[in-house]
């Protein structure tokens, strides 16, 4: 195209940079926010510590082995795996949306984390397995339903409603079966079963922690370097062809991406409910047009974080975090259902 | 404005096991307005779909400067040649600007991201296209002329040298219709950009065509400049319709009117009995 002599490139130049500014400060200040929380974490519980102890002792910046013991052994890894947990979630819920077009596929709410949910829970009742081999299922299990949602969804492609749909009727289905199997238990593993598959983030051990912190560090600048082809599959597929992009390749690398993010989650804190379905639209609605994957991730860190310092010191008992989140989620999904089917975008 | 030769040998294209189009071959004028028409499913969208290689061929090939289009890779095709899909996807809460901006996809890379000259090319879609003043609004926010107008900056600010459309009027009202037609005319003959669209409005497309192309089951009907290949016959062969074929008052090309069973002067009766 031949360059007119007159362009108003300023207002592109500026109305851009407004944009990218106005998502560079919300990251910035969710990511101030997550660290507050991360800390906070640390501080609270039957013994107070302080801000300062709470940093010196996880940077190992001092010797008091009591506080040490407190913040290091018992805290940290509920604090780490809320921040991992969180991003995850958040990551995986907003690579789905904006794959499959719509705010409602969530992959906690097609299926994935229910067939994680379904694995885990026989793993626990049938075999009695250890928290490790629960959480290696509770991974098998998300990594086998996806496959098993993608191949029924499967016509010569794949289109967000199909996909959505038929995530629903799996979802329903294997929570069928957790039903039966959890009331063929025995009691005390019934009730292991139960506290599981309400979703908290302090229950993991140091093993499965340590492999979806890996998870999240090898995984998230993966998940970034693909944003861009993103982008082009959020136009629909003939746009994203039409300028240049491997639509299959990269929404089958995308998915896997997410599913992994996901399934490592339940597998560390169980189905924390709802996180990964309202964490990218309340970033959209913070960032405005230009905001970024990572930023629905911080949002997620925020609520997982944030729910857990609920669950575990605003209320009389501790409660397991997906109950908080659930709390705050089904209001919103309640919405999100009556205005998506308003603006008859649901499928 | 580099000359480029699109065209298509032998080519079938297949929705599952049907055939839609069928040994059809066809080259695009360079430079030129090419208009495909025809009655419903008759592979006109199709065609278009299979020149800008969003469908693998059946048989035959697409070649674009004499490289078949499925072998070129992908990004490589998108520098040349464009393509407005006929309902393409706005996502959640974005703005003009940054929707036209990516339209700069296949220019960027993993280490070039955004440029001076990025800035340069959506300034000038913007313009083109008339939709400065929103480049900071919310897609859903504007009218179906206006968002129109915004998706056709996108394609332009891809910056190629064909620009394939399908029925980018559909959901216009008539001004807006020839407002959309002006324009991307005014784009082939300030730019030299082959425009290639599909149209349902004969009368339009006979007006804006400088090549027209009717189809009809999947075959080439007729081509050529409209005022050369449509005539009653034509146009009754390839929409079942009969009518009358009288020049264009505005602009002498062909225009139709259908004759239907109602409503006609005795006298046009007289003449046709």
Known sequence: METPTSLDVPTVRGGRRQRRRRATVVTAALLLVVACLFVLTMMLGSYYVSPIDVITSVLGLRDDPTTDFIVRDLRLPTAASGVAVGLALGLSGVIFQKLLGNPLASPDFVGVSSGASLFAVSSIVLFDASSSAVSGSALLGALLTALLIYVLAWRDGITGYRFVLIGIGVSNFMVAIIGYIVSRAELY????????LAGTIGQSGAGELRTLLVAVVVVIPLALVLERPLRTLELGDDTATALGSRVERNRLVLIALSIVLIGFSTAVAGPILFVALIAGPIAQRLTGSAGGILTAGLVGAVIVLGADLVAQQALPTPLPTGVVTGIIGAPYLIWLLATVNREGRGG | ???????????????????????????????????????????????????????????????????????????????VLGLLPQTPVAPDGISVGDLVGRGRYPHQGWFRRWSAEDDVAVAAALEATGTTDLEHRDIAELSGGQRQRVWIAMALAQDTDLLLLDEPTTYLDINHQVELLDLLTDLN????????????DLNLACRYADHIIAMKGGAIVAEGAPRDVIDAATVTEVFGLACEVVPDPVSGTPLIVPRGRHHARPEVVRTLA
């Not at chain 2, 030299?192 to 149209?199: E, I, M, P, R, Y």
């Open chain 2, 189 to 200: 003959r300030q730019s030299g950009k082959t425009v290639v669209l599909v149209l349902h």
């Open chain 2, 1 to 79: 404005m580099t000359s480029h030769d699109l065209r298509a040998d032998n080519l079938t294209l297949a929705y599952g096991d049907t055939d839609v189009v069928r040994d059809l071959d066809v080259q695009i004028p360079d430079g030129r307005i090419t208009v495909i028409v025809g009655a419903n499913a008759c592979g006109k969208s199709t065609l278009l779909r299979g020149l800008a290689r969003l469908l693998t061929p059946r048989g035959g090939q697409v070649t674009l400067d004499g490289t078949s289009v499925q072998e070129m890779r992908s990004i490589d095709v998108a520098k």
């Open chain 1, 189 to 196: 593993e019934a009730r292991q079963a139960m506290t599981w």
